[in-house]
């Protein structure tokens, strides 16, 4: 992770340093190396919370390749290949670098919101189509 990486995310979880790194190398134990990749898209404010006037929401993050993956909180999923195999396969991991990166910017306050329409969030949960 670049120094610019740890700035922004010093600067979005507003942590003293030493309480950044300690909290960082507690993360990487639990989580694995997705943690610092999942880091990195919370800094680079690549989580995207959808949310639709009946009360659905769904969240976005664009991956490190520039692909978006819709991620679902409530049912603890993403669809990447990451999660299907590290995950769902093999029961490796907890989650993937995208769903932690939701996570954390819940935790944080640092997920960006757009306002769909219930017939537009309708689509995305049919997988027809990304927003």
Known sequence: MSNTCLCGCLHLLTLPLSLFFFLSFRLKFVFGPCALQALDLVDQHSVTCLSSPSGRKAFQVVGGSGRLY???VSCHYCPCPAFAYTVLRRNEGLL??????VYLC???GGT???SVSDQQMSTLLGGTAAM
């Not at 993937?96 to 990166?101: D, E, S, W």
């Open 106 to 108: 819940q935790a944080t």
């Open 112 to 114: 960006r919101q757009e």
């Open 70 to 72: 819709t991620c679902f």
């Open 96 to 101: 993937c670098k995208h769903l932690l990166a």
